[in-house]
């Protein structure tokens, strides 16, 4: 009879109800709850197994490069940094508002750590988000040159709920890339949310895009209803290079101690 119950909810895609009616059942026995209460269990593990599954969906089409949180975060590290304000962020209301939120400092900041940390909320939201560093959207812009499917590409940037565009400055924009990046934020403004990080200045914007005409553009379109965040503090990279340096020294320092006592 189980056997054939399973098949009956599988075929309802009622996949985790399949998979656990049975130990559901013995512990309602035991535990003398009504039919009602049997039948709500099942639902709720049912609609929990499926937001996870679809909570997981979500983080994969985000292209993340690694799922970090706000909670891992090291907010004493930058101490001058406006936590009040990348938490009160972590609401996603801007997403609702349709704003966006530029990290503005020098690289190992943690800008893109902030960046990915409201990427997760966005998605535990159940909203679509795509992130993708300056770098790698020249890179898949170039490839769709070659089969002709850069208006696919561009759409793919357009369409999300909140886009990541991590780490501008860092490289020179070439005309095809400063174009692409004009019509995605463009086609975003004042209909969707876009989080920038940039280890540059707006002053400094233009060095970066072929001709100040497009950056003055884009700077426009991104600053208007946008949360600036400037972080000024030392990088996190360097503190761990440097504890790790002085790991190392007093080591050897510990080392030469015994040899000599020897």
């Known amino acids: 009879m189980s056997a054939a119950l399973e098949q009956k909810l599988k075929r309802l895609r009622l996949g985790w109800v399949a998979q656990s009616f049975e130990a559901q059942n013995a512990e309602s026995l035991k535990e003398k709850h009504s039919y009602l209460d049997f039948l709500e269990r099942l639902v709720d593990g049912e609609l929990t197994a499926r937001d996870n599954k679809g909570l997981m ?65 966005a998605v535990q939201k159940g909203l679509h988000v795509r992130f993708t560093t300056i770098q790698d959207l020249a890179a898949e812009l170039k490839a769709a040159m070659a089969d002709e499917t850069i208006e696919d590409v561009i759409e793919n940037y357009v369409a999300p709920d909140l886009v990541i565009l991590d780490e501008l400055g860092f490289t020179p924009l070439d005309r095809l890339l400063a174009d692409a990046f004009y019509r995605i934020v463009a086609s975003r403004y004042e209909r969707s949310s876009t989080i920038i990080t940039s280890n540059k200045g707006f002053e400094s ?58």
């Open 205 to 262: 914007w233009a060095e970066d895009f072929p001709d100040a005409v497009i950056a003055s553009a884009v700077l426009d379109r991104l600053v208007h209803h946008a949360h600036l965040v400037p972080i000024v503090g030392e990088s996190f990279r360097m503190k761990d290079h440097m504890a790790k340096g002085q790991k190392g020294a007093k080591t050897k320092k510990n080392g030469r101690t015994r040899h000599k006592g020897k």
């Open 57 to 121: 969906k979500r983080i994969k089409q985000a292209c993340f490069p690694l799922p970090k949180t706000l909670e891992e975060f090291d907010w004493n590290f930058q101490p001058k940094l406006d936590v009040k304000l990348v938490k009160t962020l972590a609401s996603c209301d801007f997403v609702d508002a349709k704003e966006n939120v530029i990290f503005v400092g020098q690289p190992g900041t943690g800008k893109t750590h902030m960046a990915i940390g409201l990427g997760m909320k």
